[in-house]
């Protein structure tokens, strides 16, 4: 990762270079938000910054919004904090009058993790997806690869996920999403465009130039990031938490293991879970600690007649 060390030498210097400016929070610019606003990336960066640099990172505003940022102004030091998407900028004092880009937000958390001499805890703060804005909270881009082979023919198929932007329709707020379908029985890959409200209501959907009728998009929409869910949603299940809490380690039947990895260019650690029944039936899983939270990266489950393969091949944080 380029980006840690200009990261740690920006945060370090900033602490003994930052001007001390006074700015009252009714004359910053923009308006101000409430967290829902912004990533849960960019609360925990914020978090973590404040607890390992308290002096630089001190007496914080609340969230604004301004030109396409979203911004924390700490009035101890005069620095300002940035989020654009996926980036992570800083201003004020030595950083200047511009916002310096200071790299990926993704980035900037698993330094300040390795920072915080906390105790690592991984894998206990499990993912629990539900809908396709819990999908939009946590990935700027995913691609999930998925198959099921089998006595009655293979297929094998991936759905690759984007967030565009925000826009209103119909007077709703909404996230533009590119949802990509390929493999399987497609000859070329299907491309549709989604809007998804905060409950994860596909309020339009677009293929191509022919726009699904609503409420009908909703259910063409969930269909198409179906297998998402619930695989990802299977890193919150009693079984796996019982094997996260050693509750399986003596079960003949149960393998499990842990391992430092990368997705993406993002380290991440990994942990292994395989229950085996006999030689023809059984599941694997690996759920795989992504900074501040957990979820499930492959499953494999076996059975006389069938396997079924899931595999998240790309991620992009928020």
């Not at 809007?195 to 994860?200: A, L, P, S, Y």
């Not at 990802?232 to 003596?250: R, S």
Request: hydrophobic share 40%.
């Amino acid at each position: 990762m380029h980006t840690r060390p200009s990261i740690f030498r920006s945060l370090l210097a900033g602490l003994a270079l930052v001007c001390s400016l006074q700015v009252s929070a009714q004359s910053l610019p923009g308006t101000a938000v409430s967290d829902s606003a912004v990533s849960q990336s960019a609360i925990t960066l914020i978090s973590l910054a404040e607890q390992v640099y308290p002096s630089l990172f001190g007496q914080a505003t609340s969230w604004r919004s301004y030109e396409g940022f979203f911004y924390k102004y700490f009035a101890g030091s005069g620095v300002y904090v940035g989020i654009n998407g996926a980036d992570l900028y800083l201003m004020g004092g030595q950083f200047g009058s511009s916002p310096n880009h200071q790299g990926k937000i993704a980035d900037a958390i698993i330094v300040l993790q390795g920072s915080s001499g906390a105790p690592a805890q991984p894998f206990k703060d499990v993912v629990a997806v539900k809908n396709t804005a819990d999908l939009i909270r946590y990935f700027r881009r995913i691609t999930v690869d998925y198959g099921t082979t089998s006595t009655l023919g293979n297929s094998q198929s991936s759905v690759a996920l984007e967030v565009l932007g925000a826009e209103t329709v119909n007077g709703t707020a909404t996230d533009k999403l590119r949802v990509t379908v390929s493999g399987g029985t497609l000859s070329a890959p299907l491309a549709y465009d989604m809007w998804v409200d905060g409950e994860g209501v596909v309020r339009k959907l677009l293929q191509g130039s022919f726009e699904y009728p609503y409420p009908m998009s909703n259910t063409i929409g969930a269909g198409l990031v179906s297998g998402m869910l619930l695989a990802l949603a299977a890193a919150d299940t009693p079984t796996v938490k019982a094997g996260l809490n050693n509750q399986l380690a003596n079960n003949a039947a149960v393998t499990q293991g842990t391992r430092n990895t990368s997705i993406s260019g993002i380290a991440v650690q990994q942990y292994t879970l395989t229950i085996s029944s006999s030689a023809s039936a059984s599941v694997e899983l690996d759920l795989s600690d992504v900074g501040n939270f957990s979820i499930a990266t492959r499953i494999r489950s076996v059975l006389p007649s069938t396997t079924t393969t899931f595999k998240l091949r790309d991620i992009q944080l928020c």
